[in-house]
């Protein structure tokens, strides 16, 4: 605007000023009635009164805005009443009006010239501010855009803001609401309405643990991401991890087995250590939690697997969010443990607000999704033949299947016989939460019961019982949490996973006979899942995590704070084999019965104190934060094994074996740590995040046990530059940030470093001690060097949302037991090797929301994950033990193999190029090599919402190669006939092998021969025939659930009811020649589908 | 206040660097004994030689020679895929079976060494203790190499326990490992004595050591000396006798020079892997060997074979060890018995032309037999003759037992044929085993034998 305009509008405004003035004297009045009364120091209260006695006339007031015990000296002598009521008001903010027989005190409302006065001296705007429902919203922030001038809404949401100018901009905020612009003139000058939407973008308010401290997700400069409890919630799972299967880029999550309570495993952006020591760092409500199984080592892998999985010990439905750091910014806090990453899992509090009372119940079913095609009887039976027929030979007496022993015209579906039965889930929790300013509280309980799907009664429990109290608002001088998490699990399950004999040749005999009893066919069956299943292993579990954290403000900006954490796992195993598990025809006697009893125990004690600081310094705010860490474990098992008991019923009273052995393990792990964090952050625009940490970890020879860690972390919010927002306006959000630190990795057993003995099988009765391994002082920490860059964007008001991240991780110093010559006596040290291993990759990440109407709601979102793994050095490798297991440039999941030139067609054997010449196939020849390990991965996600509806669905997908198919069936060729093994059946595949000289195929022929068999398993172990497509899709979660209308719940007092519907792996497109491309693998249970109906009340 | 708290923190951190190397010191795990510890005391130290002996009787230990070299000879039929390779001598660099045959003596030799080093170092050992174990290691690495070279050839000598000189040793010839193993033996022989250090005869003494030496130097051809300290063996009547075939794998028998105590309930190892009560799923004894090996009436044949019939199959094994799963122990596995000095001297004698000496020697064992004595036969039997039938009173004595009739094969130059008549694809380098591909991979300096 230019110095004239202005000018003419001065004058206009004047103008009208003087015009309404004129107006003004108009609006007087007078009325007849007349007060006499005179006294001294009389309340308004008896002057009303009298008003009253002597006019008729009621003055009304509204309490609280008059003081009516004010006094004021009454002279009025025949005073109109007028006179009066404005003698009693003088000096008060309040005005009458005067209808029929009533005075009506009120505020004083400005006059209309006082109105029009001011808003042309200073422009008022008045409006008020409420959410979409049109529920007020106090507190609302009003400001003039560019200007300093703010208000906040009322209790009303009504405010009211003066202006200098005429026009303007008014911008409302208020937190977790999108804000607002609205423009005002004098042709628009309000009141305005302001309708605040909710801001369901992820990207603003929504904080983030990072462990050590919060950061809200605008804010980070590491990279976190972060699953809530909603989510965990939609999914029909036992273990935590499942919850987190596809949908957390660079987090890859397998499960190894559908066995509940078992293995899985779990990397973060790929394989960083070559030999060990690959898990991430488990954090529960601020104690390190066991990455791997407790249970005793004594034991052998439970399952024939990896055994337990801890983490099968806590209770999806108890945590609060799960999140999981990825990079250096984010890990380097935790030093020489975050190397691969951190899982922080935060169990569910207490609000602020009345108590509530949430029950829910599910009733799932589980069963395995997909079948293989193996042979028929006729087509097995066909196979076995023309083994026997290309070897030149004829049946064996033990050729049971084929030489009339067995029914030839039988034919049994061994995997719905072994696997194809449904697993019953029930889960069941009641949780009662509230709070007040003051104290919050959670309580909650919890059950959990899964079968399985194996014939007879096994079976997984979990009881828990959750609590968390917070005493002290969080801006108090002292504040106090306390957190407990107990649980129990009993798992009554079988010692092997008899999967492996859905391979039964197809005719082999019933498992049990017309007496129910297990049948052995007279001695011709050798191997009977049933009788398998005898081999009992009967478990249970207690885990106990306790924390309090005492925050105490010593300053408004300076907390001292200090965690304390307890954790307890116990673990009771009870192993039994009795006689009658095994085939008579072995002719056992009593002392292949046994029993184990096995205790295991893993406790963790960590106190960490820590310094809270911030401040103003310069034109940014400071955050810094020092602390330390102590941590002491101790683990430890003990087990006897009874055998040689006189009968399979005394096996649970160890005092009936005949004899005893004893075995007990003992470790302890000590760790500390000293650490800090400085962040500093200007106009939450610029940020940089600095960590630091010193570890000194008893798992590392006594100079050896220090070292350093760190990593600076930076983010740019762009999009807070005026020139974004001028620009590009579509642009909601958008950051820039990057990291670069080193951590650290000490994921190795305990007490590498000592020389140690080990006892023996006693001699003449008297211990024996046996050398426990080779020791090496000099070993130190694997470092991790990380690096990343990401972009997050938000478009059209935060309704898309895209993050993109690279990385590249450098794992160097690799920690590996380095391989010795077996003369030396032993098979490997461990050594700190001079190899690097490269992980770098692109990670994506976005959310859209497609509509979002009050019926209507739908997002869709995806993840994905390009990860490359690279040996980028290793000095000496031709000559290592390693040479012919790695490329220099090449991933570490690469497998040399040999050139496998198919079937020969004459011979009908893997032909095999011997590459040197040498006439022979040895390592050597394995000159090429194949990839085993995950191109891509990622997960797409839907949400629909239709009033009372909602429907979520998660697929699954990875492109990947396995290598381990159909051919790693128990090693056996195909023909081959073992009567004591069961895994003689083949899949359908096998139907195209080889039959006759001139026969191009790619499948060699049956056969019973050694020769056959050595070029059967060379091709299979070193051949890369086993190495195959293993990439899937899957439809990985549904979760379709209906709210009860509030209308229908008020009358039954019930807040929120919802009836859900979900399903876990429901089905799953791939190629992969075995049953599960997941587990990979022909002979273990893979992971189930699971169906399950439930109702969650809150009270 | 910002002062105070500087200094505070200050002082946290100083204590926190001063405290931490004490925070994070940790005891030895209570499972475990440190090689410290170990040679505190006499029965800590005597308990490493007998993690020795406890872990040899274990059949997966030097115990698995028996049957592998049983099927690379013509002892035995297999049933066991693991084992084929051995059967069809076809093994290869990846055997498991062969890597552990391999890294199971250099395992018990890394003890040996062990126990010798802690000797040699600070220590509370009695003397005569210590004398006693030094004499045990250094006969237990003798007894190990003598296996190693006789299986492999050529092997890298370890005589210490540092692994990173271990590590690149490459291979001795078969000379010097021989001259390795006499140096130890004709050690030990002066740490030992005649006196079973505990009762029954499971841990080595003098004569464990001349029964061994004299071995060994039958293997190098050194004649007289296999004779000398044969008869040294022999001379001492009071102690060794040869027993009756049914009474000569019994605990303590009188035969035995050196046995191992049998591993945690039971009876050994042997009987446990050969006798047949079902139909076999490891190895029977072949039926050539069981027609070829006896001479008619033989008691080794009626008192050392058995076999198990189903249907009209008939299986045989060796029944040396009548016992299987049985708690009451009544038989130890033996490893050195007198028998065999008989036919050491009986060879050596022969070889330097004492032939009546050696035609004494064989009545000893063939009379044992219950077979007729060549004294009465054949006086007048050729030296070569007499060295052929030496041979086959070896195979009809030692069947089954620590890898005899394949060493003997090799040793007297017959194995190729023997066995080229009988195995498919029989190359001579198939006499020796290959070098695991773990010692080759990683050992540089190791190469492979001939053939594979």
């Known amino acids: ?1099 | 206040m910002k002062h105070i708290l500087l200094l505070g923190a200050l002082i946290l951190i100083n204590s926190f660097f001063v405290s931490c190397k004490k925070l994070i010191d940790i005891d030895p795990p209570k499972n475990k004994l440190s090689q410290e510890t170990l040679f505190q005391s006499d029965d800590l130290a005597t308990s490493v030689v007998t993690g020795i002996y406890s872990r040899m009787a274990i059949s997966q230990g030097s115990g698995s020679i028996h049957h592998l070299c049983g099927l690379s000879a013509d002892e035995f039929i297999n049933y066991n895929v693991g084992f084929a390779e051995f059967y069809k001598n076809k093994i290869t660099t990846i055997s498991s079976s062969n890597t552990s045959l391999y890294s199971n003596c250099y395992s018990l030799i890394y003890s040996a060494n062990a126990l010798l080093e802690g000797l040699e170092g600070p220590n509370k050992v009695s003397q005569s203790i210590k004398k006693q174990l030094q004499g045990e290691a250094l006969f237990i690495r003798a007894f190990h190499y003598f296996y190693l070279v006789n299986l492999y050839g050529p092997v890298p000598i370890q005589l210490i326990t540092d692994y990173n000189v271990t590590r690149k040793e490459p291979r001795s010839s078969v000379d010097l490992v021989y001259k390795q193993i006499i140096t130890d033996l004709k050690s030990s022989e002066t740490l030992l004595t005649d006196t079973y250090i505990t009762t029954d005869r499971v841990r080595p003494n003098l004569s464990t050591v001349d029964a061994l030496l004299a071995r060994v130097y039958l293997y190098t051809k050194d004649w007289a000396n296999a004779e000398k300290y044969a008869s040294l063996v022999i001379s001492k009547s009071k102690l060794y006798n040869l027993e009756d075939p049914d009474k000569v794998f019994l605990k303590n028998s009188n035969e035995a020079i050196w046995q191992l105590f049998p591993p945690v309930n039971g009876n050994t190892e042997e009987g446990n892997f050969f006798i047949l009560s079902s139909i076999p799923y490891n190895v029977s004894l072949s039926k050539d060997f069981m027609l070829q090996t006896f001479e008619i009436n033989d008691k080794r044949k009626t008192n050392w074979t058995n076999s198990y019939t189903e249907g009209t199959e008939t299986f045989f094994y060796p029944f040396k060890y009548k016992l299987q799963y049985t708690t009451a122990v009544t038989e130890y596995s033996m490893v050195l018995r007198l028998a065999e000095q008989f036919l050491i001297r009986a060879e050596a004698r022969t070889q330097q032309d004492k032939l009546s000496n050696a035609i004494d020697d064989i009545d000893r064992i063939r009379s044992r037999a219950g077979l007729t004595l060549l004294r009465d036969n054949n006086p007048t039997i050729s030296k070569a003759d007499l060295l052929i039938l030496i041979q086959k009173e070896r195979k009809a004595e030692f069947f089954s037992e620590w890898g005899h009739r394949w060493f003997d094969l090799k040793r007297t130059n017959q194995i190729n044929l023997v066995l080229s008549p009988i195995k498919i694809n029989w190359k001579s380098t198939d006499a020796l085993y290959p070098i695991p591909f773990e010692e080759t991979t990683r050992n540089q300096n190791v190469k492979q034998n001939d053939g594979y």
């Open chain 1, 1 to 1099: 605007m230019n110095y004239h305009v202005r000018k003419i509008l001065f004058l206009m405004r004047l103008t009208t000023v003087i015009l309404l003035g004129t107006m003004l004297h108009l609006s007087a009045a007078t009325f007849g009635q007349k007060l006499n009364y005179v006294n001294k120091n009389v309340s308004l209260e008896q002057l009303f009164k009298e008003i009253k006695k002597q006019t008729n006339y009621n003055v009304v007031w509204y309490e609280g805005k008059l003081n009516t015990a004010t006094t004021i000296n009454a002279d009025f002598s025949n005073a109109s009443l007028d006179q009066v009521m404005n003698k009693a008001l003088s000096g008060l903010p309040l005005t009458y009006t005067i209808r029929q027989n009533n005075i009506v005190i009120k505020e004083k409302t400005p006059s209309l010239l006082d109105k029009v006065i001011s808003h042309f001296k200073n422009t008022t705007l008045f409006g008020k501010v409420t959410d979409e429902k049109g529920n007020p919203l106090p507190g609302a922030t009003i400001r003039i855009k560019d200007t300093k001038t703010a208000v906040l809404s009322n209790k009303d949401g009504n405010f009211s803001i003066e202006s200098k100018e005429l026009s303007g901009v008014l911008f409302i905020s208020f937190l977790g609401y999108k804000p607002t612009e609205i423009s005002f003139s004098p042709t628009n000058p309000g009141p305005f309405t302001v309708t605040l939407k909710e801001d369901e973008s992820i990207l603003n308010e929504v904080q983030i643990n990072a462990g050590y401290y919060t950061v809200s997700d605008r804010e980070r400069t590491g990279s976190i991401s972060k699953i809530t409890a909603e989510t965990i919630g939609k999914q029909p799972i036992s273990n935590p991890l499942q919850a987190l299967q596809g949908r957390v880029p660079g987090l890859q999550i397998t499960q190894q087995t559908g066995i509940t309570g078992c293995g899985f495993t779990v990397q973060i952006r790929g394989q960083n250590s070559i030999a060990n020591g690959n898990n991430p760092l488990y954090v529960i409500d601020n104690i390190i939690y066991p990455s791997i199984g407790i249970s005793s080592p004594s034991l052998g892998g439970l399952f024939g697997l990896t055994g337990d999985s801890p983490l099968s010990m806590i209770t999806p439905n108890d945590i609060e969010s799960i999140e999981i750091l990825k990079d250096a910014d984010a890990t380097a806090i935790y030093g020489s443990k975050g190397a691969n990453g951190v899982i922080l899992i935060k169990t569910k509090r207490g609000q602020n607000s009345e108590m509530k009372i949430n029950a829910n119940f599910f009733q799932g079913f589980s069963k395995v999704a997909r079948h293989l095609k193996l042979l028929n009887t006729d087509e097995y039976l066909e196979m076995r033949k023309e083994a026997i027929t290309n070897d030149g030979l004829t049946p064996t007496s033990t050729d049971y299947d084929i030489n009339g022993t067995w029914n030839a015209n039988k034919y049994t579906d061994w995997q719905k016989e072994i696997i194809g039965g449904t697993a019953n889930t029930t889960t069941a929790a009641l949780n009662l939460s509230g709070g007040n300013d003051n104290i919050t509280y959670f309580l909650g309980g919890n059950y959990y019961q899964e079968g399985t799907v194996f014939p007879g009664d096994f079976g997984f429990k979990r009881g828990g019982i959750q609590s968390s109290l917070e005493l002290g608002p969080s801006k108090n001088r002292f504040h106090v949490s306390f957190t407990t998490n107990y649980s129990h699990t009993q798992s009554d399950l079988m010692r092997e996973d008899i999967t492996r004999d859905i391979l039964l040749a197809p005719n082999a005999p019933n498992l049990l006979d017309e007496n129910g009893l297990i049948n052995w066919d007279n001695n011709t069956l050798y191997e009977n899942p049933i009788a398998s299943l005898l081999r009992s292993s009967d478990s249970g579990a207690d885990n106990l995590l306790i924390n309090t954290i005492l925050n105490y403000r010593i300053a408004k900006d300076l907390i001292i704070k200090t965690s304390l954490g307890y954790s307890v796992l116990k673990r009771d195993d009870y192993l039994t084999t009795p006689l009658s598990s095994y085939a008579p025809a072995y002719g056992f006697n009593s002392s292949f019965r046994s029993a184990s009893y096995s205790n295991s125990s893993n406790r963790t004690f960590m106190a960490e104190p820590q310094i809270t600081y911030k401040s103003k310094i310069g034109p940014g705010e400071f955050d810094a934060l020092i602390g330390m860490t102590f941590q002491n474990n101790k683990s430890g098992s003990s087990t006897i094994t009874g055998t040689g008991f006189n009968s399979d019923e005394v096996l649970e009273n160890i005092s009936a074996a005949a004899t005893l052995k004893s075995r007990s393990f003992s470790y302890q792990y000590r760790y500390v740590a000293f650490f800090t964090r400085l962040n500093y952050n200007i106009n939450n625009k610029y940020l940089l995040n600095l960590t630091a940490r010193r570890d000194g970890s008893s798992r590392f020879g006594e100079d050896k046990r220090f070292a350093n860690f760190g990593a600076a972390g930076a983010a740019w919010i762009f999009s807070d530059e005026h020139f974004f927002r001028k620009n590009l306006t579509f642009l909601s959000f958008g950051k820039l940030r990057a990291s670069y630190g080193i951590t650290g990795n000490d994921q190795i057993p305990d007490y590498q470093y000592l020389q140690l003995w080990a006892n023996g099988l006693p001699y003449q009765g008297l211990p024996t001690n046996v050398p426990d391994n080779i020791a090496n002082k000099d070993f130190a920490w694997e470092n991790n060097r990380k690096l990343e860059a990401a972009l997050q964007i938000g478009l059209i008001n935060n309704k898309v949302n895209i993050e993109i991240s690279w990385y590249r991780n450098r794992s160097s110093n690799q920690l590996i037991g380095d391989p010795l010559p077996p003369s030396t006596g032993n098979f490997s040290v461990m050594a700190n090797r001079p190899a690097t291993v490269q992980n770098t990759g692109w990670e994506f990440q976005t959310n859209f929301k497609i509509l979002n109407k009050i019926n209507w709601q739908w997002s869709i979102g995806g993840n994905l994950t390009i990860p490359k793994n690279k040996l980028i050095s290793y000095p000496s490798l031709e000559s290592s033990s390693d040479a012919y297991n790695y490329i220099i440039g090449q991933p570490l999941s690469i497998k040399r193999i040999y050139n496998v030139r198919g079937i020969n067609s004459q011979t009908g054997l893997y032909d095999i190029e011997d590459r040197n010449g040498d006439g022979l196939i040895n390592d050597e020849d394995r000159y090429l090599y194949k990839f085993t390990g995950q191109y891509f991965y990622g997960g797409l996600s839907n949400s629909v919402t239709y009033k009372n509806f909602n429907l979520d669905f998660l697929i699954a997908f990875t492109k990947q190669n396995s290598s381990n198919n159909y051919m790693n069936n128990g090693g056996l060729s195909l023909g081959y006939w073992d009567y004591t093994g069961p895994t003689s059946n083949f899949p359908v595949i096998t139907l195209q092998r080889w039959r006759q000289p001139g026969d191009i195929t790619s499948i060699q022929k049956a056969s019973t021969s050694y020769e056959s068999y050595v070029a059967f398993d060379k091709a299979r172990t070193y051949g890369g025939e086993s190495i195959s497509d293993a990439s899937f899709i899957r439809l990985k979660n549904v979760s379709l659930s209906y709210n009860i209308p509030k209308k229908v719940l008020n009358r039954l007092k019930i807040c929120d009811a919802k009836i859900s519907l979900q399903g876990q792996n429901i089905f799953t497109i791939t190629k992969y020649l075995g049953l599960d491309p997941e587990s990979q693998s022909i002979s273990t249970l893979p992971p189930l589908r699971t169906l399950s109906i439930g109702l969650n009340l809150t009270l």
